[in-house]
């Protein structure tokens, strides 16, 4: 583990990442010449790092990251982790082979690197992504599982010159401010990636997509492991069945809960299959995928004052996804999961998301199954929707939808309505429609 100073009493992370925030005044500037200024100053970390699994896309990467942490664990090895954002603390962004980093090494990690970089601008992330490389590289580690934070080719992430594996997600549509507004412009961004003679993993693609990222790999030199051509996965009654040239695997259930976990779990097997050198076998694969654990992906909340506040028999359940396809995967998971048999009752949506993202998109394919909906701004976000245009896009989208103060008061409200007489079933509410308003939900819930 890293040894850290001793930090002075009062002293916290929070406030060191409170200046951090404005040595630059975009929050979102792509760009690797900073970070890359930053890394040389401090020795170069990035090139000390544990063998790296380097993973873009649009949805799915912490999940994939969770399942492959989870393999990898369970054949008993030392791995690193590091993700964007954080749920409810920054912590969690960087976590080391002991578990997330502590506060004093954190602080004290934050304020070298604010000091070496002085005044010069540099974005929040492409700084914390500095200190997060320097923890990395004074923890002996066997792998660490590295998450870009938007984009691919100009993400701070990519200044690791040779990776062990680079995986990519489903490609969709999301950031278009930032990565272009067509598909195949997003999939060129993620593609960036990609490093000559490193084979990279791609799960299901849209044809578009996949053409982009195959051409990118074929002319650079990366070999090239697609789904559908060198690997394919289906559903079966206990988990899915994963398949490549080496043969066939069966899996069990995964342990996130979806028909889009499956999709992740397999991308996961896939890229195991790519790292022989650790140990992955069937024992540490299928332990992985039924044991993986990762917040705010249909995570049930079970106690707090949010489930407090619900009528007897009420559940209560919070999901972080945030644009159009992540809707439609979390529409289908409901279907399949939430509304036949004995398991369908009312489902009720308290749902806020930042005026960055498409809003009716990602309600279009939840409004055939939803009775009501409040809609929230995520508090301590500016670039939240306000609570009426959140409402006003739901009402675009078909739902019966109306603005609520706080998310205790759209659960407490939604819960009055359901009890009227003759409502029936005992309802299901799901918090949704961006991570931050699920990290705002996990810390104030407790």
Request: proline share 6%; aromatic share 4%.
């Amino acid at each position: 583990m890293i040894d850290a100073p001793a930090v002075s009493a009062g002293k916290t992370s929070d406030a060191v990442l409170d200046r951090l925030t404005r040595l630059h005044p975009k929050v979102i500037d792509l760009s690797l010449g900073r970070v890359e200024r930053l890394l040389d100053r401090l020795g170069h970390p990035e090139a000390r790092l544990a063998p790296v699994v380097h993973v873009a896309g649009t949805n799915g990467k912490g999940s994939l990251l969770a399942f492959l942490r989870a393999m990898l664990e369970a054949a008993d090895k030392r791995v690193q982790v590091y993700t964007s954002p954080h749920l409810v603390r920054f912590h969690e962004r960087i976590r080391l082979t002991g578990g997330l980093i502590d506060e004093a090494a954190l602080i004290a990690l934050l304020e070298r690197c604010e000091a070496v970089n002085g005044p010069e601008p540099i974005t929040f992330f492409e700084v914390t992504t500095a200190a997060a490389f320097l923890a990395f590289a004074d923890d002996p580690a066997d792998i660490l599982l590295l998450e870009t934070g938007l984009g691919g080719r100009l993400d701070a992430t990519n200044v690791v010159g040779r990776p062990r594996l680079t995986a990519i997600t489903p490609v969709a549509l999301d950031h278009q401010q930032f990565l272009g507004p067509s598909l195949e412009g997003i999939a060129r961004e993620k593609a960036g990636i990609m490093k000559p003679g490193v084979t990279c993993v791609t799960g299901p693609q849209e044809p578009a997509a996949l053409e982009v990222l195959e051409a990118r790999a074929n002319e650079i030199g990366a070999p090239f492991f697609a789904h559908g051509r060198d690997w394919a996965f289906a559903t079966t009654p206990g988990g899915f069945r994963y398949e490549d040239a080496n043969g066939v695997r069966e899996l069990p259930k995964p342990g996130l809960l979806g028909s889009h976990q499956i999709v992740n779990a397999a991308l996961a097997v896939a890229c195991a299959a790519q790292l022989g050198e650790f140990g992955l076998d069937g024992a540490a694969i299928a332990k992985g995928v039924a044991g993986a654990n990762w917040p705010a992906r249909l995570q049930r909340l079970t106690k707090g004052p949010l489930v407090d506040a619900l009528p007897q028999g009420w559940e209560l359940w919070l999901d972080g996804g945030h644009n159009p396809a992540a809707g439609q995967a979390l529409a289908a998971t409901l279907k399949e999961e939430w509304m036949e048999g004995e398991a369908c009752r009312p489902l009720d949506l308290v749902y806020g998301m930042l005026d960055t993202k498409v809003a009716a998109g990602y309600l279009e394919a939840l409004a055939p199954l939803t009775r009501a909906l409040q809609a929230v701004r995520i508090p301590g976000e500016a670039a939240s929707l306000s609570a009426e245009a959140a409402a006003g896009h739901a009402r675009t989208a078909g739902i019966d939808a109306a603005p609520a103060a706080s998310v205790l008061t759209a659960v407490q409200r939604l819960a009055q309505e359901g009890i009227e007489p003759g409502s029936g079933k005992p309802h299901r509410i799901l918090i949704c429609g961006s991570l931050y308003l699920a990290g705002h939900v996990l810390s104030e819930n407790g």
